[in-house]
C-alpha cells in the first residue's frame, strides 16, 4: 500500500488527505503504528454526507457519526487503524501528528491552518498503517501568516473575539446567534474568511450554516 493508493481511496469516500507522516516516539502514536494519513473531508464529501443516514436521522453529531463510519469502513478495507480526534478522553494527538506533517500550524487566529486549506481545515478523523510506502519527507513550507503582514484576519471580527490574548469565545458565540451576527452564522466566520489562504475551500452557505449552528449548540449545552 502506498500513500498515493490511500490518498485515492478516501477521495472516493468524500474524504482528502491533509499530511502523511512517520511516526516517531515522540508522536504518541497507538502501538504498532508506524505511519498516518490525516483526513478531512472533500468538496465532494459535503453532498456525501447531506445524502448519508446520519445527516437525516435527527440525532446528534451527524458529521461525527458519518466521520466514524466512513473512515472506520476505510480503514477495514485499507488494512488500517481508524483514529478520531473526538470521542474520548483520551483524545489521540492530532495536533502533534499535524505539527509533524510540516503542512499545519498555528495560525494567527489561534486555530489550525494548513497549506492549501487555510483556516477551514477539520479533521475527521487518521488511518494508521504498520507499514505504508511512498511516505513524503515533512512539507518544508513556511507558516503563510509570517509572510501576512496586513492580517485581516485579526481585523475582520465584529466583536474583536480574536484581539486579546486569547480568542474570546463567549463573545464570539454571542455575536453569532445574535440578529446582527447573521452575517457569520449563515455564511461563516468572518475572520476566517478573510484569510487569503485557501480561498478554494470557504464553504457553501448551507454547510457553513451547519458548523455555525453546531457551535451555538456546543456553548448552550456548556
Not at 95 to 115: Q, V
Given at each position: 500500500m502506498t500513500a498515493d493508493e490511500v490518498e485515492r481511496a478516501a477521495r472516493d469516500v468524500g474524504l482528502t488527505g491533509l499530511g502523511t507522516i512517520r511516526t516517531e516516539a515522540a508522536h504518541k502514536a497507538p502501538e504498532g503504528v508506524e505511519a498516518l494519513v490525516l483526513l478531512a473531508l472533500s468538496r465532494e464529501g459535503w453532498a456525501m454526507f447531506t445524502a448519508s443516514p446520519e445527516y437525516g436521522d435527527g440525532a446528534v453529531d451527524p458529521l461525527d457519526r458519518w466521520s466514524m463510519r466512513v473512515v472506520g469502513e476505510l480503514a477495514t478495507a485499507l488494512g488500517a487503524v481508524p483514529l478520531f480526534p473526538f470521542?474520548?478522553?483520551?483524545?489521540?494527538?492530532?495536533?502533534?501528528?499535524?505539527?509533524?506533517?510540516?503542512?499545519?500550524?498555528?495560525?494567527?487566529?489561534?486555530?489550525?491552518?494548513?497549506?492549501?486549506?487555510?483556516?477551514?481545515?477539520?479533521?475527521?478523523?487518521?488511518?494508521?498503517?504498520?507499514?505504508?510506502?511512498?511516505?513524503?519527507?515533512?512539507?518544508?513550507?513556511?507558516?503563510?501568516?509570517?509572510?501576512?503582514?496586513?492580517?485581516?484576519?485579526?481585523?475582520?471580527?465584529?466583536?474583536?473575539?480574536?484581539?486579546?490574548?486569547?480568542y474570546d469565545v463567549d463573545a464570539?458565540?454571542?455575536?453569532?446567534?445574535?440578529?446582527?451576527?447573521?452575517?457569520?452564522?449563515?455564511?461563516?466566520?468572518?475572520?476566517?474568511?478573510?484569510?487569503?489562504?485557501?480561498?478554494?475551500?470557504?464553504?457553501?452557505?448551507e454547510r457553513a450554516a451547519f458548523h455555525m449552528g453546531a457551535f451555538l449548540r456546543a456553548r448552550a449545552e456548556a
Open positions: 470521542g474520548g478522553p483520551p483524545y489521540q494527538p492530532f495536533l502533534r501528528w499535524a505539527a509533524a506533517s510540516g503542512r499545519i500550524w498555528p495560525s494567527a487566529l489561534g486555530m489550525s491552518m494548513h497549506e492549501e486549506h487555510g483556516v477551514w481545515m477539520s479533521f475527521r478523523g487518521a488511518l494508521g498503517f504498520a507499514a505504508l510506502d511512498g511516505v513524503p519527507q515533512p512539507g518544508g513550507a513556511a507558516r503563510p501568516c509570517d509572510a501576512c503582514a496586513s492580517k485581516p484576519c485579526l481585523k475582520a471580527c465584529p466583536v474583536d473575539a480574536f484581539g486579546g490574548e486569547r464570539c458565540a454571542a455575536h453569532v446567534g445574535a440578529p446582527e451576527g447573521a452575517a457569520c452564522r449563515l455564511r461563516g466566520c468572518l475572520a476566517r474568511r478573510a484569510c487569503w489562504v485557501g480561498q478554494d475551500w470557504v464553504p457553501q452557505p
